[in-house]
Nanobody, 115 residues
Framework: QVQLVESGGGLVQPGGSLTLSCAAS????????MAWYRQAPGKQRERVAR???????IYRDSVKGRFTISNDNAKNMVYLQMNNLNPEDTAVYYC?????????WGQGTQVTVSS
């Protein structure tokens, strides 16, 4: 059973930065892709950023230029660096790893952007 544990969420002021981390219980060399999703209250879960096994990245338009996804396969970690945060970024952020044809999810970490 694959386990993903997110950390790094919290309360930050508009314009601030946070780095989310996701620790995987499997070697990420097995992953087809890794991603971060988010879900705000009353809204559907949406993909924020994705990185493939060969390092190709895709970002949601609203976070382009502000967020950066990366992974460290030696440590089995996935990261999301978030800069210039705004209140619209407030949500629970979830780590996602695709292994074969199976999606695995973490439990989520809350990010709140507020003054």
């Amino acid at each position: 059973q694959v386990q993903l544990v997110e950390s790094g969420g919290g309360l930050v002021q508009p314009g601030g930065s946070l780095t989310l981390s996701c620790a995987a219980s499997i070697t990420l060399n097995r992953a087809v892709a890794m991603a971060w999703y988010r879900q705000a209250p009353g809204k559907q879960r949406e993909r924020v950023a994705r990185i493939s096994s060969v390092g190709s990245t895709i970002y949601r338009d609203s976070v382009k230029g502000r967020f950066t996804i990366s992974n460290d396969n030696a440590k089995n970690m996935v990261y999301l660096q978030m800069n210039n945060l705004n209140p619209e970024d407030t949500a629970v952020y979830y780590c996602n790893v695709l292994v074969g044809m199976t999606d695995y999810w973490g439990q989520g970490t809350q990010v709140t952007v507020s003054s």
